[in-house]
Structure formats: structure tokens, C-alpha cells
């Protein structure tokens, strides 16, 4: 959910701002990959297409995924995915999966709380095993930004994500700055395929 919606006639101007203050090369070649898709979700048959990549990619990964009709409670149980919702859900979950550590690999929702599609909250609330509260919050920028750079490798529609995951709040105050940190961190974690 976008905590201020952007008018889509400014966003043109407002994505200027934000690369304006990307200080490095690199930065600014990451966002222009996630600008270049579109600020529009995928449907139909397209949408489709982008879920069965993103399953694809979750496979490769060695993410089990629950059979098509299974009831899901969570995005991740701590043995499989809900591989019944969108792409982009699909992608932040796999990248969950990617930065977390093996001992957090299965737990309900890799041990972070109920995410937003949590229907059983009490239950993701006992897993939850990282702590403080800031330490789950910047895991969950790290999630939200790898699985935003893979929609653009995979010419999904990672400018919708990064406007619907909030990237821009905050952009005359700190949205560059912090994505320039969170960049920084999965280069440092290397889960970034871009030099």
C-alpha cells in the first residue's frame, strides 16, 4: 500500500528527484532498470506468465511450493510457498528466502511476524524469532529491494513494486539515502547479479 500516492502525472518529475539524489554509478544504474518497467501490475495472461517465472525462479532456488488449491494460512509456512498469488509477492517471498540464514529458513514467514498476507497472525506473531523490531524492519527493506531488482531483471513491473513497497516516502528527506544503503547491503550479502 503507497502511504502517498503519487499522481501519475508527476511521477515523471518525481522519479527525476529521486535520481538526483543517487550520489553513485551503480545506484543510479539500479533504479534505472526498475524505471524502465512499467509503474502498472501486470493482469491476464501477462500476469500469469510473470507468476509461472517467478515460481520458476522460486524452484531454482529450492523453495518447495504447495500444490495448486492447497489453503495456505501464510506466504511461507517454513516448508513451502503459497505459489497461489501474484509474481511480485512470489519474488519478495523468494528473496526472504534468499538473504535469510538457515535456521530461520523454516520458520512461518522466515521468522519476521505476519506479513500483510498473513491470515493466521498469532501464529506467525509466536514464530517470530528476530529481534529487535529495527533488525526485522531493515531485513524487510533488503527482501523488498532484491525482490523489486529481480522483477526488473525479469522485465516484470518493478516500478509498480517500488512505488506500492514505499521506496519514495520520505523523498526530499531520506528515500535516496536509503536506498543507497539498503543497495549497499546486498552487495555487501552479494545477492545482487548486477556488477
Not at 533488503?142 to 531488482?149: D, F, R, T
Amino acid at each position: 500500500m503507497i502511504l502517498t500516492p503519487i499522481p501519475r502525472a508527476e511521477l515523471r518529475h518525481v522519479l527525476d528527484r529521486f535520481m538526483g539524489g543517487l550520489v553513485d554509478p551503480y545506484s543510479c544504474e539500479v533504479f534505472r532498470r526498475i524505471r524502465a518497467t512499467s509503474a502498472d501490475r501486470a493482469c491476464g495472461p501477462q500476469a500469469e506468465r510473470h507468476r509461472q517465472v517467478a515460481l520458476s525462479l522460486a524452484g531454482a532456488l529450492g523453495m518447495a511450493i504447495h500444490p495448486e488449491g492447497t489453503p495456505c494460512r501464510f506466504n511461507w509456512d517454513g516448508t513451502a510457498l503459497n505459489g497461489a498469488t501474484e509474481a511480485y509477492v512470489i519474488l519478495h517471498e523468494v528473496a526472504h528466502f534468499a538473504l535469510a540464514p538457515a535456521e530461520r529458513r523454516d520458520l512461518i514467514d522466515f521468522g519476521l511476524g505476519p506479513g500483510p498476507d498473513t491470515t493466521d497472525r498469532e501464529a506467525a506473531a509466536e514464530a517470530a524469532a528476530l529481534s529487535p523490531l529495527e533488525a526485522a524492519e531493515e531485513e524487510e527493506a533488503v527482501a523488498s529491494l532484491l525482490g523489486i531488482v529481480w522483477e526488473a531483471e525479469l522485465g516484470q513491473p518493478a516500478l509498480a513494486s517500488f512505488l506500492d513497497q514505499n521506496w519514495l516516502e520520505g523523498l526530499d528527506r531520506s528515500a535516496a539515502g536509503h536506498f543507497i544503503s539498503v543497495l549497499g547491503t546486498l552487495r555487501q550479502r552479494r545477492a545482487l547479479s548486477l556488477a
